[in-house]
């Protein structure tokens, strides 16, 4: 079956950093986009860095220049690692992977940066 796992999330201060990583498994994961969501308290889900099967990354305006989207087709993974961290970045991170309309969540991993 299906699963896509994240984990990583942690409590950390400002301007530090953390690595996220999320294993898939159950789907052909190279021919699948694969996505970072977040969700802060009484906020909408918002997409915070994408990577295609192809290799084309892009991010939200918000974590440009600090968050790095990268993956490993081998091993069926994606990571996430965001440097820089500021309050604002607390929320709850989820992996999601898409194709062909198609989308599987992970159940999610609580960042939380301390001021």
């Known amino acids: 079956q299906v699963q896509v796992v994240e984990s990583g999330g942690g409590l950390v201060q400002s301007g530090g950093s953390l690595r996220l990583s999320c294993a898939a498994s159950?789907?052909?994961?190279?021919?699948?986009?694969m996505n970072w969501y977040r969700q802060a308290p009484g906020k909408q889900r918002e997409l915070v860095a994408l990577?295609?099967?192809?290799?084309?990354?892009n991010y939200a305006d918000s974590v440009k220049g600090r968050f790095t989207i990268s993956r490993d087709n081998a091993e069926n993974r994606v990571y996430l690692q965001m440097n820089s961290l500021i309050p604002e970045d607390t929320a709850v991170y989820y992996c999601?992977?898409?194709?062909?309309?198609?989308?599987?969540w992970g159940q999610g991993t609580q960042v939380t940066v301390s001021s």
């Open positions: 990577i295609t099967s192809a290799g084309w990354t």
């Open positions: 159950g789907f052909t994961f190279s021919g699948y986009a």
């Open positions: 999601a992977a898409g194709a062909g309309g198609r989308v599987y």
